[in-house]
């Protein structure tokens, strides 16, 4: 018989929405879990049985597409950008790297080109909420004695040099720079990935394990406004700012685990 802890742990491993059923459901859908690898209980879960799906019933598929419909979406997105990938008119060697961010901020890019005076004050309201977030980052390990969030800002900053001295980007031709933009002048710098919005990400991943809501969603909020300004100034690709997120996330995840190792082996 299951032990509670036995049962949560299945449930963690499983994730939200693949949980397994109650035993009296089980019963139920038996046969059609044996036979498909479908569960039809409470949440259900597509199970990596050894019986392949050619044998699902109608019933299984029209299950799969109701109760699991973010994998049915990624795949119909799958689908979706093979095409595009396998039809789409590659950007000659010629012609600079289309970038949808910079046609959508076309209109932006041109106010910042022809207004220096509004460029210059953006960047250096950036510089403050990039300064925000070093302080927030470093206060978390030397005021509070919470290191992850350093940890995990220099995990993320090793990675982005390595790649971006590895793959160096064409800056792209319609650059507005500014002195006031940080690092302060108009020096070289890294385009893949963006630090300035995965600094920004690991701060507010640490402000939501610390519960300071407000604080989080603001970060967020000026973390948008940053990224819409970055492209408005051709200072980063889209890539770069897409990967800056993902960066955060992972750094900060990794920095969780490497933390949660050394407390382990302090134990033992």
């Known amino acids: 018989m299951k032990t509670a802890e036995a049962t949560a742990a299945t449930t963690t491993v499983l994730g939200p929405g693949f949980k397994r059923s109650p035993k009296s459901n089980d019963k139920v859908n038996g046969t059609a879990a044996k036979k498909t690898g479908v569960n039809h209980g409470n949440g259900g879960y597509i199970s990596n049985g050894k019986v ?38 590659m ?58 969030a350093t940890i995990s800002a220099l995990f ?30 108009n020096v070289s710098f890294f ?15 640490d402000m939501r394990r610390m519960q300071r809501w407000e604080l989080a969603w603001l970060f967020d909020i000026l973390n948008v406004l940053q990224a819409v300004r970055l492209l408005g100034t051709r200072g980063h690709y889209t890539i770069d700012l897409a990967v800056g997120v993902g960066a955060g996330i992972l750094f900060d995840s990794l920095a969780g685990k490497y933390i949660e190792s050394r407390r382990k082996s302090a134990v033992a």
């Open 52 to 89: 392949s799906f050619m044998k699902w019933t109608l019933d299984d598929v029209v299950y799969v597409a109701k109760y699991h419909r973010l994998p049915c979406f990624f795949a119909a997105c799958f689908l979706f950008f093979i095409y595009v990938e396998y039809t789409l008119r």
């Open 191 to 205: 385009l893949f990935y963006s630090g300035h919005v995965a600094g920004s990400v690991i701060a507010s991943l």
């Open 156 to 185: 993320m900053f090793t990675c982005r040099g390595i790649l971006g001295y590895t793959t160096q980007l064409p800056l792209p031709q319609e650059f507005v720079g500014s002195g006031m933009d940080f690092p302060v002048g």
């Open 91 to 148: 950007v000659p060697d010629s012609s600079p790297p289309y970038d949808l961010g910079f046609v959508v901020t076309r209109s932006f890019h041109r106010a910042l080109a022809s207004w220096p005076e509004l460029n210059s004050l953006l960047a250096a309201l950036n510089t403050v909420f990039v300064a925000m977030q070093s302080v927030y980052i470093i206060g978390t390990w030397v005021v509070e004695g919470r290191p992850r």
